[in-house]
């Protein structure tokens, strides 16, 4: 590859990660230097929070950073040692073994006797130690002969050791917003010593969106798109390189479809996908699904909608649908995506294809209405606390009101009383799906409360 800068000098530092080479990614040159050129993660870097200080002060011992790819997990370490001026040793969990942690561990002790140097050992994919290999880490991190920082992917958890757990301090990085991708490839346009900054680049706005917003929140992702877009597009007439929205599509293969998170399109699709399910019909409703999961919304929003709908549109004529809305609420929660879609598609066609009821939904307004609007009803005295019942009876109440009948102590756990004064009605059962039963089983106690009249 062609150098991008080939009249500058390489940089010099005394950190490998420092030296910049024209030949490297743009993700990789663009990698932050300092704490405010890490993107993203306000709620653990933002001005005050407990890592920022514990940074800027040079307190902390051993930091695991979990989180989904593109996050800056391994920019964040560098920062960190940067800001620390401490010596910065790399691992990788699939490539590295026991040996070479000895080594590296070996290396620390001899810096920080001759110079006393720290040096932190940045070990990415930490998961992917066996209990052994993170095991050996232990005594140097208890005695200080290393600052251990751990990088994975995974719940750490699950899976990192409890004793390594026990003794690091954990951070979440979350998925980038659009927006925070979006300023980080403004910058690497803009940055002539790293970025493409000395190339006549003219990016469009949308193309950028595109970019951040297909990018599932991975800044490398977009920059990498970024970098093809302007390294393979040929200059205009006017000697500009135009990056335009068809070009930003076929740089991240993802085509960009008429889809506005927040405004019409978003909410005529969560309809229609709504209305899908509520029509019993699966093949729509996937395909509503499919589009709001390729234009980008917000999963977290689709699964809460499906819980709704659960007892919305299906109810008490499969109350199990509730149970499967919310099992695949939190299956994605704990996979993430991509794989978090197939948890979402399973309640999908579940709810589309049960039995329907919004009885309980209907009745619940109805019982609202009547509480927001009507004369709110006092609670019979028989149903009162023994407290209640006691300065009834002392105001002259007269025993039979103020008798309460156990329901268990009855056959069929079952005895005929008033619950409701007025004798008011709300919920009324249709013959779909389990319903069916509900209203057979209450047909039968209304029979034996007429009885008991």
């Known amino acids: 590859m062609d150098s991008l800068f080939p009249d500058e000098p390489k940089a010099q530092s005394d950190h490998a990660e420092d030296v910049i080479l024209n030949d490297q990614p743009l993700a990789a040159r663009m990698r932050p230097r ?101 095991d050996v880490l232990l005594p140097h991190i208890e005695r200080g002969t290393v600052r251990f920082i751990g990088a994975t992917t995974h719940n750490p958890y699950y899976y990192v050791n409890s004793p390594l757990t026990s003794r690091s301090q954990i951070f979440q990085l979350e998925s980038l917003a659009t927006e925070d991708i979006v300023t980080v490839l403004n910058r690497a346009l803009a ?41 393979t597009t040929p200059a205009g007439d006017n000697n500009i390189v135009e990056v335009t929205l068809a070009i930003a599509e076929e740089s991240i293969q993802k085509k960009a479809i008429v889809y506005d998170a927040t405004g019409d399109a ?33 999963a977290r929003y689709i699964a809460r909608r499906l819980v709704i709908s659960a007892s919305e549109d299906i109810g008490l004529a ?5 149970r499967v809305a919310m099992d695949a609420q939190q299956a994605f929660e704990f996979i993430g995506m991509p794989e978090g879609r197939i948890p979402l598609a399973h309640a999908t066609v579940y709810l589309a294809t049960s039995p329907k009821s919004n009885s309980a939904y209907a009745a619940l307004g109805e019982a609202m209405a009547d509480v927001q609007s009507g004369r709110t009803l006092s609670v ?5 606390t023994p407290t209640r019942k006691k300065l009834a009876a002392a105001s002259g109440a007269s025993d039979d009101t103020l008798e309460y009948f156990y329901s268990h102590s009855f056959e069929g756990n ?10 008011r009605h ?9 319903e069916k ?17």
């Open 34 to 134: 300092t704490l405010d050129e890490v993107a993203g993660q306000p709620h653990i870097l933002g001005e005050g929070k407990l890592l920022r200080r514990a940074i800027e002060a040079d307190l902390f011992s051993s930091l695991i950073f979990y989180g989904p790819p593109g996050t800056g997990k391994t920019s964040l370490a560098t920062v960190i040692a940067k800001s620390t001026n401490s010596r910065f040793e790399m691992l990788n969990g699939v490539e590295s073994n026991v040996s070479e942690i000895r080594d590296k561990i070996a290396q620390a002790r001899t810096w920080k006797k001759l110079r006393g140097e720290t040096t932190i050992l940045f070990i990415d994919e930490i998961h992917r130690f066996n209990k052994a290999q993170q």
């Open 266 to 298: 978003h909410y005529d699709t969560i309809s229609a996908f709504i209305k899908s399910i509520r029509g019993s019909d699966p093949d729509a409703a996937l395909y509503w699904l499919a589009k709001m999961l390729h234009a980008g919304e917000d």
């Open 318 to 322: 499969d109350s199990n649908a509730l």
């Open 380 to 384: 019979p005295p028989h149903l009162r």
């Open 437 to 453: 039963r509900i209203k057979e089983r209450l047909d039968y106690w209304k029979s034996l409360h007429k009885q008991s009249q």
């Open 191 to 231: 940055d002539k010593e790293r970025g493409l900054g000395k190339l006549n680049i003219h990016a469009h706005e949308d193309a950028l969106t595109h970019i951040a917003e297909k990018s599932d929140g991975d800044v490398r992702k977009a920059l990498t798109a970024l970098d093809l877009a302007a390294l």
């Open 426 to 434: 709300y919920y009324t059962p249709t013959e779909n799906g389990l």
């Open 414 to 423: 079952y005895v005929p009383q008033s619950y409701l004064p007025e004798g």
